[in-house]
């Protein structure tokens, strides 16, 4: 009796213990995770931000969408390029660069060079020689480096490049050159030679220009001539201009137009040089 009492309770306590496993594991077959076991996202330390590189957008420099670059007519062209005040040119930028939309232009902080004419400031001299001025033998206007010119200062040709130009306030002008006259020419009297003073001889010249001038009439000339004399690859220029007298021995120049000879133009003029007698070498002009 009390060994079948004691099988009993041995039977009673497996009971229990299994059924307590039993509850303990979960119901059913485990479900796979598609893909792997499911890992919970991470965010980088800095350090690993260096090792893997910056992010991509941060890479890339941001294109300006400011215009630095200027065109002086649409196009780009060599200069020189006039200014509306007649006689002044600007015969260099000293700054090329590119627009925005691929064009070749000139930087709007480039330094510049600007040309005048000289003697359109006045101060022209005349002289003469003879025994009285009515009736002078010989006549010289004097059109040298020198001579006044029209603006008189730097800073109103400055001005007057940033006024008609996309030039920033920045852009310095470096140098304001006069004309270095090389030729001239009176085409009324069929008059012409080189340098830079223009010399009345003959009595038929003197009795017709000089009477009309000294009546204030003025005498349409041609001069020819670089910005630089030594420097012969610069350009030719052509100015038609009047002188007008402002005193008995004294002239200003009134230009009419200024432009750069073509390389055709530039033979008919040497051409016309080299016919003048005496016989001249043009060629160290022009060529």
């Not at 006259?181 to 009795?207: F, H, M, N």
């Amino acid at each position: 009796m009390k060994c079948s009492y004691l099988v009993f309770c041995l039977v009673l306590v497996c009971s229990m213990i299994a059924c307590v496993s039993n509850k303990s594991m979960p119901s059913g077959p485990r479900e796979p995770v598609a893909g792997g076991s499911k890992i919970s996202a991470v965010t980088p330390t800095k350090n690993q931000e260096t090792l893997t590189g910056p992010d991509e957008k941060t890479s890339q420099s941001t294109p300006t969408t400011i215009e630095t670059c200027f065109l002086v007519d649409d196009t780009y062209q060599n200069p020189p390029f006039p200014l509306k005040k007649k006689g002044i040119f600007v015969t260099r930028f000293l700054k090329t660069c590119v627009t925005l939309d691929g064009k070749k232009g000139f930087e709007k902080t480039t330094p510049f060079i600007a040309m005048g004419i000289p003697c359109t400031g006045g101060s022209g001299r005349i002289d003469w020689d003879g025994t009285y001025y009515e009736e002078p033998k010989v006549i010289d206007f004097i059109i040298s480096t020198n001579c006044a010119m029209k603006p008189a200062n730097s800073q109103e040709v400055h001005a007057a490049a940033l006024e008609e130009m996309a030039l920033d306030p920045t852009a310095k002008l470096l140098a304001y050159n006069p004309l270095v006259v090389q030729y001239w020419e009176i085409p009324s009297v069929g008059l012409a030679d080189k340098g830079y003073a223009i010399k009345l001889l003959s009595t038929r010249d003197i009795q017709t220009l000089w009477t009309a001038f000294k009546k204030s009439a003025p005498i349409a000339i041609t001069l020819y001539g670089r910005e630089n004399s030594w420097a012969a690859q610069d350009n030719i220029f052509s100015a038609d201009a009047e002188i007008i007298a402002t005193g008995r021995t004294s002239f200003t120049l009134r230009v009419i137009s200024v432009k750069v000879l073509q390389q055709e133009d530039v033979a008919k003029v040497m051409e016309r040089c080299q016919s003048t007698r005496p016989r001249k070498n043009c060629a160290e002009i022009f060529q």
